[in-house]
Structures are given as C-alpha cells and as structure tokens.
C-alpha cells in the first residue's frame, strides 16, 4: 500500500512541475524513480522513454509504464491518474483564468515570462535523457547528425530513427 501512496504522490508532484509539457519534468522524474525511490535504473528509464517515444499516443504514458513495472495494473492505472488528472484539472481552471483577463497586461508579461521558463524545462529534459542516452561516439555522431538534418530540413522522424538503429546496429556489430 505504500509503494501505491508514494506512486501517486510522486507522480501527482511531477504532473504539477509540468510546465511546458512532460519533457519539462524529465530530469525530476528520473531523479525521483531512479535515484530517491530506486523503482528503475538509468538503463530502464531510458527503455521506457525511448517506448514513449516511438509508441502511438502521448508520449508521456511512459509514466504508466513505471507504474505497472512497480505495482502492476493497480500502480500504472494510479500513476495515470495521478500524472494526467491534476494537471488537467490546473489547465482547465487556469484557462477559463486566462480567458476571462484577455485584455489584461499581466496576461501579455505571464505570458513572456513563462515562455523562457518553459524552453529551459524542455532544454534540461532533452539534456537528462541525452545525458543516459548517448554513451558512445557513435550515439554522439547519430544525435548531432539527426539535430542537424532537423534543423536543416524537415524530414519524417520516422526515417531518421530506422537510419539511425540501422547504423547503430551495423556500428554495434563491427
């Protein structure tokens, strides 16, 4: 019962720190289940993320997944609620906020304000899983290639990833 509490007492935090979307939380995700509660490790929390990332759906779902390796269906079914359903509740009040003072100079400075704070979250999420991800000089080169393209030109992420595992895996076996 209470890994149950702490599940969702975590998760409910992490769903609050979520400015700027799930990416924004990742460092303090992987903080709080690798490192405070010891539920993954490093290896397993970039598992689940990279499943997250190619699996149809939100992304963040990957939070069920950590649920449901701890608890079971009990902890993935609490972790969803506890990530998804205060956030949305937050949203929902904030947005009939924001609604209401349209013309409001506070709205214009919140808004250029959060604006940086939500690209620096992002930014540290990207850093943390790049951080357990690229281990290698090959995992270098492929990241810095893929950014590159990116930026370059917009080309279906989905190309660069099965070019990306294809190298890995030729570089892997040479």
Not at 14 to 40: D, K
Not at 114 to 143: C, K, Q
Not at 145 to 157: C, D, K, S, V, Y
């Amino acid at each position: 019962m209470n890994k149950l509490v702490n599940l969702t007492w975590v998760f409910a935090l992490l769903s609050i720190l979520a400015v700027g979307g799930g990416t924004a939380v990742l460092p303090e995700m992987q903080r709080m289940t690798v490192h405070q509660f010891h539920w993954i490790s490093d290896k397993q929390f970039r598992d689940i993320y990279s499943l997250g990332q190619v699996a149809p759906g939100p992304n963040m779902l990957m939070v069920m997944v950590i649920g449901y390796r701890e608890a079971g269906a009990a902890g993935a079914a609490l972790v969803g609620l506890a990530f998804f359903l205060p956030d949305c509740i937050l949203t929902f009040f904030a947005n009939r906020l924001w609604a209401r003072f349209a013309g409001s100079p506070w709205r214009a400075a919140a808004q250029r304000g959060l604006a940086p704070v939500a690209i620096g979250l992002m930014i540290s999420g990207t850093y943390a899983i790049a951080r357990l991800s690229i281990l290698n000089v090959m995992g270098a080169a492929i990241a810095a290639a893929t950014m590159g393209i990116l930026l370059w030109r917009h080309i279906n992420p989905t190309i660069l990833i099965s070019i990306a595992g294809i190298a890995y895996i030729i570089y892997s076996r040479w």
